[in-house]
């Protein structure tokens, strides 16, 4: 079928798809919901394991090193990683990229319910939990709220009314109240009273566990009516506990006021939280997994708003909003794009100098791209930064083909003076083939990309199936809607800038006609650089051999990475005071950085905590005492980057004496990708924790001397003081406590023991069973401390009437680790820190010189930590891709041309692209990474394009008779003009991404650049060396074919013994085949 003819004779049918592809485009374009990047799933799953009150090394013995042994042994297991810290145990599994994670936590759960078989009979050890870790469930909005002096009204309001209110929000997973005091029913015992009363501080929990509830006593019928009948026992005031009855002595009831005082307020406070320096309290939102991140945050404004009409003297402060970076850097994509698309057409118009034909390529641009957005629909893909890059660095690519058919199309005008209507037919049927090849060399070289695993195959999927819709929709454009268009609208009189007789040039035609004396100037210059190159071929292949050679002396001054970081404009200040710090002086130091912070110019808004709350209902972050954290969200309007400030802050910061400082920017794309940010780590294994800890802070002072690496840690924190009570456990049995009873009783007296849960109009406060703080400052008071009346008689012999503390256990000041980590099964300590101002791998090859000669004992070692192991994967993974997009780009030539030889000719363009890349990203600055890998694999198919247009052209000239040296010079300077307007246009239409302006520009500017580089160099060497390396090939196939002739001759000669006449060989085989 001639596609052309049929789209010439049928231009309403043509028009009418257009129509309706741009108005099924546009109708789903509507319907995309937006996000920051595509939908990326961690293999991975954790399984956690609660123990009330145990130390970190039973934790490990006792928890996790069970459920390692039982879950390794899981099929595609990558790592296992875990914690053990004080009363919890956490143990990570990643898995192979590819696994079914499905199955995976079917594995896990069944592997976990057996290690449970050898956990310890204790009634307080909680089954583990297992859930898969997802990073898109990570928080979205912070948001201070301010408004009520009343610091427990407040958390209340926001436990009870606020929290609940906005977690109705669709896509809202979960909301985190921080800061305020949490209200609790405060019951504190006094010991002394308990001695006297003989009573322990067990009894006192029980009998509010036991009397504090409502219970259900079945059903009495009475006539007709049936009646439920109910056990009510719930407190309803905090009066009727003191009034509650706990025991009798000497013939006297006890109440609970007797020994222990009731009141209503609020839990000891250990985290204070502010919001600009004022009193505050903070909800973190969390959406779902799979939610919409901008589609959630519009949930929650709207339920806030709700919130604030019910409750007006609350104020909402949103101090980070991760979707209104998204909702940016997706706009900011699209005006690049169209930026990209309005300089492509001007250049097509330099060249064409004629605004109907513009017009007519022009018009390709917004057809194909609407009609992506019906496919990106359809695909159930989102409109993020990953599928708008694709197709704004498609944009470029788009109007290639158009561009080709249309300048085919004026070339049978002008040459052979045929009308518009037949050249549209003649002119689009001989480029068919070689239009198609080429868009087919930028399709097929994705394909490699859809079949790697791991985080580059998530990622640049969306990125790779978009450019194949976009440049497939322009080459239906190209062969349909070209040939219609140029139909009806391309005058055979007056184009390309032509001037009538009698007409007076305007400003625009003299335009042209200055440009057509360039183009002519610049063909003529071709054409005797052409002739030069083809009679000193050998020159002109050693040169392109030594420049392609010298690139590689570039390499070690360009950086690689994993990703460019991202600028969001928020970041998180950390201030870790030494292990031990009291709270308030802790905060007093908080309070310091937050002055410091607030004075700088470009800083908006801060949101601080220090310490921890007592998480009484699980919604608290886990920090210390001795941590404060402060999040900071800088002005929009700002001219610095978050580096910058950063760095500004860093210096003003490092006066705060004893505190060490991290401040790190909040990087979206590598906490979606990797589930953290982009750090050097290095991992020491080994047994001895002291050992570990010794050759961390070795490693570590070593590292602090590297430029460039800044917030510098070890995840192991200096050990903990501790007051470690020995049991005496023969003792203990003669009295009748156990093990338990002691540490029960201990942590009642000083942390504190939730008894139960006070009932208030629906809502619960916890009923708090503690000393009082006067009563638990020394280690004497709490010797004193009762833990069960004695038994009558006991075997002691002796007269107490209780069992006190000191009777049974003896205190040691001791310290201990606050947790413990391992990976794969063994004992760890990392040593990390964040890459600033310098690439990745400058700072890791310093990292590795400056750790060569470090000591390790037998049976200790050092290794990269797993993100880094990760990203030489993904680069194994990436080249990978590159070598077969290759290897089927010259499957299809070779189908195409039928031929062997022409395919290595029109590769010879590729390593010439390498020269613009190295050199786009040294004078540029950027560093290699998955990015500009994925730029690489997108020259591959653009370059060979232009190679195609030179071969296929020069093969036609040859079939219709011409010698191989003139077709080669007509066919280059022929091709001249659509090789450049395509190149430029592919290069104009990428140059706004290239800036790296806008935000969440740094990810997609290493792509543009790596390909305007590598086209720039590879199309002006293209037009030159290629054409060499096809005479050469083309004699080395001569010349085997004169070998074979004479091989046939020499034959002849001797069967017929020198009589024969030589049957004569003569070369009839098409010119474009090959050898």
């Known amino acids: 079928m001639n596609i052309a003819k049929f789209s010439v004779s049928r231009p309403v049918t043509v028009t009418m798809r257009i129509a309706a592809m741009v108005l099924l485009g546009a109708i789903c374009l509507t319907r995309l919901p937006v996000d920051l990047l595509p939908e990326v799933s961690l293999p991975s799953i954790s399984v956690v394991t609660s123990w009330p009150n145990v130390a970190p090394e039973e934790i490990e013995a006792q928890v996790t090193r069970p459920i390692e042994r039982a879950v390794s042994t899981i099929s595609n297991v990558y790592e296992v990683s875990s914690t053990s810290s004080e009363g919890n145990s956490s143990v990570r599994i990643q898995f192979n990229w590819g696994t079914d994670i499905g199955q995976a936590a079917v594995d896990v759960l069944q592997q976990v319910q057996r290690a449970q078989r050898s956990f310890p009979n204790d009634a307080t050890l909680q089954n583990p939990t297992v859930y898969k870790f997802d990073p898109s469930q990570m928080p979205i909005l912070t948001i201070g709220v301010t408004g009520i002096a009343d610091q427990v009204k407040l958390r209340t309001l926001l436990d009870n009314e606020i929290s609940p209110i906005i977690e109705a929000a669709d896509g809202v997973a979960s909301v985190a109240v921080t800061g305020g005091e949490e209200r609790v029913i405060l019951v504190e015992v006094d010991p002394a009273r308990l001695r006297a009363h003989n009573l322990s501080l067990s009894a006192i929990t029980s009998r509010l566990v036991q009397e504090n509830a409502n219970l259900p006593a079945g059903i009495a019928r009475r006539s007709d009516t049936e009646y439920l009948i109910r056990s009510l026992g719930w407190f309803t005031d905090p009066k009727e506990i003191e009034r509650l009855p706990i025991g009798s002595f000497d013939g006297r009831l006890i109440t609970l006021r007797d020994v222990a005082t009731v009141s209503d307020t609020h839990s000891e406070t250990r985290m204070y939280s502010r919001l600009n320096g004022e009193p505050a309290a903070g909800l973190i939102v969390s959406k779902q997994s799979g939610a919409n991140t901008v589609n959630t945050a519009k949930a929650v404004f709207e339920r806030m708003e709700r919130a604030r009409e019910l409750y007006p003297d609350l104020s909402f402060h949103v101090a980070a909003d991760h979707s209104h970076f998204i909702e940016h850097a997706v706009s900011d994509v699209k005006t690049h794009a169209m930026i990209g698309g309005f300089l492509a057409i001007l250049i097509l118009l330099f060249f064409l100098r004629n605004v109907r034909s513009t017009l007519v390529v022009a018009l390709s641009i917004p057809v194909s791209v609407i009609s992506t957005f019906a496919l990106l629909y359809l695909c159930g893909y989102t409109l993020n930064t990953m599928s708008l890059g694709g197709l704004a660095l498609a944009v470029g690519l788009i109007v290639d083909d158009a561009v080709v058919v249309l300048e085919n ?14 050249a549209a037919v003649t002119g689009t049927q001989e480029i068919l083939s070689a239009v198609v090849a080429s868009t087919l060399t930028v399709i097929i070289v994705f394909l490699p ?22 440049i497939s929709l322009s080459l239906l454009d190209a062969t349909m809607s070209v040939p219609m268009l140029a139909s009806r609208i391309i005058r055979g009189e007056a184009h390309r800038g032509q001037l009538s007789n009698g007409h007076r040039p305007g400003l625009m035609e003299r335009a042209f006609a200055a440009a057509g004396r360039l183009f002519d100037s610049l063909d003529t210059t071709y054409r005797g650089a052409l002739q030069w190159s083809i009679r000193h071929r050998f020159w002109v292949i050693a040169i392109a051999s030594a420049v392609t050679a010298a690139t590689w002396l570039l390499t070690p001054f360009i950086g690689t990475e994993m990703m460019p970081e991202t600028d969001s404009g928020d970041m998180t200040v950390r201030i870790n ?41 699980g919604t608290s972050p886990r920090l210390q005492g001795n941590q404060g954290s402060v999040t900071v969200k800088l002005r ?10 950063i760095a500004d802050l860093r210096k003003e910061l490092s006066q705060l004496s004893g505190a060490r400082i991290q401040i790190r920017s909040t990087d979206l794309v590598s906490r979606i990708i990797t589930g953290g940010s982009q750090n050097i780590r290095v991992d020491i294994f080994g047994n001895d924790l002291a050992t570990l800890s010794s050759l961390a ?9 590297i430029p460039g690496l800044e917030n510098l840690d070890v995840n192991w924190q200096e050990t903990t003081p501790e007051i470690q009570w020995r049991v005496d456990r023969d003792k203990a049995l003669q009295l009748g406590v156990s093990f338990a009873d002691v540490a029960n009783t201990l942590k009642t007296a000083t942390s504190g023991t939730i008894a139960s849960y006070y009932q208030e109009e629906g809502f619960q406060y916890p009923i708090l069973v503690q000393l009082p703080e006067s009563k638990r400052k020394n280690v004497d008071d709490l010797m004193n401390i009762p833990i069960a009346p004695a038994r009558s008689g006991g075997a002691s012999g002796e007269g107490s009437q209780h069992v006190l503390l000191g009777q049974v256990a003896q205190p040691e000041f001791a310290v201990g680790p606050s947790d413990i980590t391992r990976l794969n099964r063994r004992r760890y300590i990392s040593v990390s820190g964040t890459p600033q101002g310098r690439p990745l791998s400058e700072i890791r090859a310093d990292v590795e010189k400056a750790l060569a000669d470090v000591q390790m004992p037998t049976g200790y070692y050092r290794d990269w930590g797993t993100s880094m192991k990760r990203q030489q994967e993904e680069f194994a993974g990436m080249g990978l891709a590159v070598v077969l997009a290759v290897l089927l780009i010259y499957m299809l030539l070779a189908a195409q041309f039928e031929s062997f030889v022409h395919p290595l000719t029109i590769l010879t363009s ?25 730029g690489l694999l997108m020259l591959v198919g653009i370059v060979v394009k232009n190679g195609i247009l030179l071969i296929d052209y020069t093969n036609i000239l040859r079939h219709r008779g011409m010698d191989r040296d003139t077709a080669v010079l007509t066919a280059g300077p022929t091709r001249l003009r659509p090789i450049l307007m395509t190149s430029s246009a592919s290069i104009l239409g990428m140059l706004p991404i290239a800036t790296g302006l806008g935000q969440g520009m740094e990810m997609q500017a290493p792509m543009a650049t790596a390909v ?6 590879s199309t002006l060497l293209t037009l030159l060396v290629v054409p060499v390396v096809y005479t050469l090939f083309d004699d080395l196939a001569n010349l085997g074919g004169r070998g074979k002739r004479r091989r046939a001759k020499a034959a002849s000669h001797a069967e017929g013994n020198g009589h024969a006449q030589p049957e004569a060989t003569v070369v009839t085989a098409r010119p474009d085949a090959g050898a």
């Open 910 to 934: 590729v390593p010439l692209s390498a020269i613009g890349v190295a050199l786009a990203l040294f004078l540029t600055g950027r560093s290699f990474g998955l990015t500009a890998f994925i």
């Open 1012 to 1017: 305007i580089g590598g086209l720039t160099t």
């Open 449 to 470: 990309l859809l079949l790697i695993k791991g985080q580059a195959g998530q990622m640049f999927a969306q990125f790779a199936l978009v450019v194949v819709f976009a």
């Open 577 to 617: 005071m030494p292990v031990g710090t009291a709270l308030d002086q802790t905060d007093a130091v908080v309070r310091k950085a937050e002055e410091i912070i607030m004075r700088h110019p470009d800083v908006d808004m801060i949101l601080s905590s220090a310490g921890t709350g007592m998480a009484l209902r």
């Open 697 to 705: 802070r070795t490693m570590m002072d070593r590292m602090r001397e």
């Open 636 to 645: 929009t309007d700002r001219k610095r980057s978050s580096a910058e400030v």
């Open 409 to 422: 199309i004026f070339r049978h005008i002008e040459r052979d003076g045929k009308s518009a209507e037949e």
